[in-house]
């Protein structure tokens, strides 16, 4: 992976916006990009010892469109000066306005001035600047990882999980776990240099299995609450059905607690599917779900075929996005349909408008029974019931929110798995010693013990190869 030249690329997400932010990293990139500016005082401090970047109001100066020649766009200017950055090199953000062109624009320039000033510059590539944090030793592979997951993040639960790796706690308990492999080993290790001298016995079997037995035990600690990753990102769906008008965008903002969707008495006002995370108090402690506000589905040919397709293709679970519990929304003052079938049609039936009075046709129809929740969305009736009900119904489906717990990408647990199982097996051809004192097979408890401490090493990044490294990155965001 070529780190030697400058890259430049879009950090903020795509579409337009107030502000966009555009970054570059490399070596020499303050000075190489000192020349683009229209007032470069401040820019960077240099002190004896040691750099520090600033922030500074300033202008970048650009070709402008068409016969306009050359313009100033006022920016927002912040440098990190290397080692202290978060790539460890030189680094450069520029904030502006959001809009995309604009954008693409900056990118473009800083190239062009980098280049001019005679560095290499180009376009960075899916998570090349979390790559050189990496391979410039601010962050281990755990952390990166952690990165990925955050920016991928469409819940709580992954968006705690991604700051438990960035926290580098997984990567310190592993370079705990491979210091005492470490001295294990070397203890082993000394006592096949020994193997001629009876007195000389570097370390016993019994105390090697106690060891080796304490280690495993820290890491089934650890390994106890882990939680994998495509749990969390498999989220229960929870999903609002029903005709146009019956009241599920006022329900959906009720249960977030915030105007996430449009409400309006003009039919067909929701187009899209919504789907947002809420936290609920499961039987076991809190779960988190994903509750998706769907466009009304009408019975005539007119409804539009769009939000029928949104519909259709969340309720059917169309490329994995499985509906877990659907709840079919009535409004109080409209009977149930003539064909409605609770066991067809949905998982809870929710009589939504209960300010408006009664369910129509409960005592003629006899069909409102357990399973069915009367609610209004303007005064709050019934909404704890239905966050109960809905809780009750994902059970065993969505994952805890508990704050200790620790998600594990498949790479991850694989690489876990792998020492605790040599570890296992180190611990089992040390218990052959039984009562005695020295290590029957020290030469076999060894290599065990090195296949331990490699799979904590690529847990860790360090001696991965070349083409593993470049497609964990390669799943990145560009300007991440």
Known sequence: MESSSIIVAIASPRGAAPRGLVRASGPGAIHALRSAWKDASGLSVDEPGRRRGGTIATRLEMPGAGSAGRVAVPVLLGTFAAPRSY???????????????????????????????????????????????????????????????????????????????????????????????????????????????????????????????????????????????????????VVLTGRPNAGKSSLFNALLGRERAVVAAVAGTTRDALVEPIALEGPAGAIEVLLVDLPGVADDVATERSGLAAALDVVAGREGETADLRLCCVPCDQSLPLDFDASRDCTLLVRTMADRGPPRGVESSGREQSGVVTVSARTGQGLEALRQAIAAGVVGGAPSLGAEALALAPRQRFALDECVAALDEAAGLVAVAGAHESIRQPELVAARLREALGGLESLVGRFLPDDVLERIFSSFCIGK
Do not use: K, Y
């Open 87 to 237: 790539t460890g090199e030189d680094i450069v953000e520029v904030q502006s306005c959001g809009h995309p062109a604009l954008l693409e624009r900056i990118v473009e320039e800083l190239i062009a001035t980098a280049r001019r000033n005679g560095a290499s510059a180009g376009r960075a590539a899916p998570g090349e600047f979390t790559a050189r944090a990496f391979l410039n030793g601010r962050i281990d592979l755990t952390q990166a990882e952690g990165v990925a997951t955050a920016v991928a993040a469409r819940s709580d639960g992954e968006r705690r999980a991604a700051q438990r790796l960035l926290s580098g706690r997984l990567g310190t308990d592993a370079r705990r776990w491979s210091e005492e492999i470490v001295a294990c080993l070397a203890l082993v290790e000394a006592g096949i240099d020994f193997t001629d001298q009876e007195d000389v016995v570097a370390i016993t079997a019994p105390e090697l299995a106690r060891r080796l037995d304490a280690l495993r035990g820290l890491i089934e600690v650890e390994r106890r609450g882990e939680m994998p990753l495509e749990r969390l990102q498999a989220a229960p769906r």
